[in-house]
């Protein structure tokens, strides 16, 4: 157990449905990192917050929108969405002023 | 722009033998670097990582060289063994206060016994 929570582990849905995908972050971790990964893909950076406040977007979609809350747990919302969406999502925090990150066993998202 | 990749997408050895996994990066500003390993169904998981002011890290059976001329990074893994399969991925930050990490596509390394 890496100490990051990610919920759910699987998510079959529907063309055009909205999920989303929650990440409990390792305690004491400020900072949480969301990462797509499809099969010919590599890690794909989608965005970063850091302890409630955005700090960076990757190739994040409009459709997909993040947040962090006051407890910093973060909630990644996909909307509309389409079969490319298939992937895995991970969820990875890191500690003020860490460079390393520890990432959640992922959820796996499959659109059908 | 920043971009890690890998020089090879599979390698195969034999349980015993020593791996080396390469990783080539563009960004000469990057400072830090990681690789991460993957198993099946699993999430990345932390190897080792190494600072832009050294040249090589020693862990448990796994060394990282940089090289930071030529921007090459590569992990040793000594005395491979069938638990090291898995992909390992290289990722690079180039500083600043995100801390953002680019990962490359990443090497399947697969032991046979």
């Known amino acids: 157990d890496s100490g990051v929570t990610q919920t759910p582990k699987h998510l079959i849905t529907a063309t055009g449905q909205r999920v989303t995908l929650r990440c409990s972050p390792r305690?004491?971790?400020?900072?949480v990192y969301w990462y797509q990964q499809s099969l010919d893909q590599g890690l794909q950076f989608l965005i970063h917050?850091?302890?409630?406040?955005?700090?960076a977007k990757g190739n994040i979609l409009e459709r997909f929108s993040a947040q962090q809350f006051p407890d910093l747990h973060s909630e990644l919302n996909l909307s509309s969405l389409e079969l490319g969406d298939s992937a895995l999502y991970f969820c990875?925090?890191?500690?003020?002023?860490?460079?390393?990150?520890?990432f959640g066993s992922g959820t796996r998202l499959t659109v059908v | 722009g920043e971009s890690v990749g890998l020089h090879l997408p599979t390698l195969s050895v034999q349980e015993g033998d020593n791996s080396i996994i390469n990783c080539a990066y563009s960004?000469?500003?990057?400072?830090?670097f990681i690789w991460y390993k993957q198993e099946s169904g699993k999430g990345p998981q932390f190897i080792i990582d190494?600072?832009?002011?050294?040249d090589k890290r020693q862990g448990q059976r796994v060394t990282v060289l940089l090289n930071k001329t030529v921007k090459h990074l590569s992990l040793q893994i000594a005395a491979t063994q069938p638990g090291d399969s898995a992909v390992y991925f290289c990722?690079?930050?180039?500083?600043?206060?995100?801390?953002?990490?680019?990962f490359g596509k990443g090497t399947l390394l697969t032991v046979n016994p």
């Open positions: 990875a925090s890191s500690a003020p002023m860490g460079y390393g990150y520890t």
């Open positions: 305690s004491g971790d400020l900072s």
């Open positions: 190494i600072r832009s002011n050294m």
């Open positions: 990722a690079e930050n180039s500083g600043g206060s995100n801390y953002k990490l680019t």
């Open positions: 917050y850091y302890n409630g406040e955005e700090r």
């Open positions: 960004n000469s500003a990057s400072d830090y």
